[in-house]
């Protein structure tokens, strides 16, 4: 192999890392909250300062609240509810994200929760 096939084997294998490295960058969303829970994303709960990410895995529920700005501590907080049974609740001064919280719900609805700071959303019953 002579050096001007090296040189573009090598260039080629340059613009592939960035182009995937822009990749990576662009993605819309959150895309670590598959790192805090295992499952799908069944929903995604928007709200003024932030948002909520819902994961679904064999009757399993799990949420994590995202801020919208990422911008010193504030209070954060996430909860999911099982129809019949106690929320799991994390709240406290965060950074970036409060949870993941995870119940078994089974077939039975929940009830999920989320707030940044001063905005908040609330579900009502679903996923039933």
């Known amino acids: 192999m002579d050096k001007s096939a ?11 890392l960035t182009a995937s490295g822009l990749l990576a960058l ?4 959150h895309a670590e909250a598959a790192g805090y829970c295992s499952g799908r994303k069944v929903r995604t ?13 064999d009757g399993y ?7 919208k700005r990422v911008s ?16 799991a609740v994390d709240i406290g001064q965060y950074t970036h ?3 993941p919280v995870t119940v ?4 039975r609805c929940v009830w999920i929760r989320g ?14």
């Open 115 to 128: 707030s940044v700071g001063s905005g908040s959303v609330s579900s009502g019953w679903t996923l039933c």
């Open 45 to 57: 709960l928007s709200f003024s300062t932030g948002s909520v990410q819902v994961y679904k895995r």
């Open 97 to 99: 994200h409060a949870g």
């Open 6 to 16: 090296i040189r573009r084997r090598l260039a080629l294998g340059m613009t592939v």
């Open 104 to 107: 078994h719900a089974g077939h």
């Open 26 to 29: 662009a993605s819309p969303g």
């Open 61 to 67: 529920v799990c949420a994590v609240t995202f801020a």
């Open 72 to 87: 010193g501590r504030k209070t954060m907080s996430v909860s999911v509810q099982a129809r019949g049974s106690r929320p």
